[in-house]
């Protein structure tokens, strides 16, 4: 009978992840949405195109039901303030930080 000696005593779990699919929350739309405009801070056109592509992937995932209609419509009103600004108003949007938290809705003042 051979033995083998291993140098970690104990094994990992295996995880199934199979079962539910990973669905993106609130938060991580958000956060993927800022980092993508932050990326492009000095170049809003570019921005402006890559925020097309990213609203391409949340219709899609709104179609096929993994984001509920209130976050998308949040995700659509950012996205149609972010694709309508000029230069100068890019940047305070990027740096407004209630425009980036949940449940944000665009004040009366500025419509």
Known sequence: MQYTMRWWPF??????LTN?????GTRTWL???????????????????EIIILQNAWKE??????????????LE?????LLL????EWLNLLNDESFWKPG???SEQSE
Do not use: T
């Open 11 to 16: 094994q990992r779990k295996k995880v199934d």
């Open 20 to 24: 539910e699919p990973q669905i993106k």
């Open 31 to 49: 956060q993927d949405l800022h980092a993508l405009c932050e990326g492009c801070y000095n170049d809003h056109a570019k921005g402006k195109e």
């Open 61 to 74: 995932a709104h179609q096929k039901m993994e984001l509920p209609d209130k976050l998308f419509d949040g």
């Open 77 to 81: 009103r950012r996205a149609a303030s």
């Open 85 to 88: 600004c000029d230069s100068e």
């Open 104 to 106: 944000w809705r665009r």
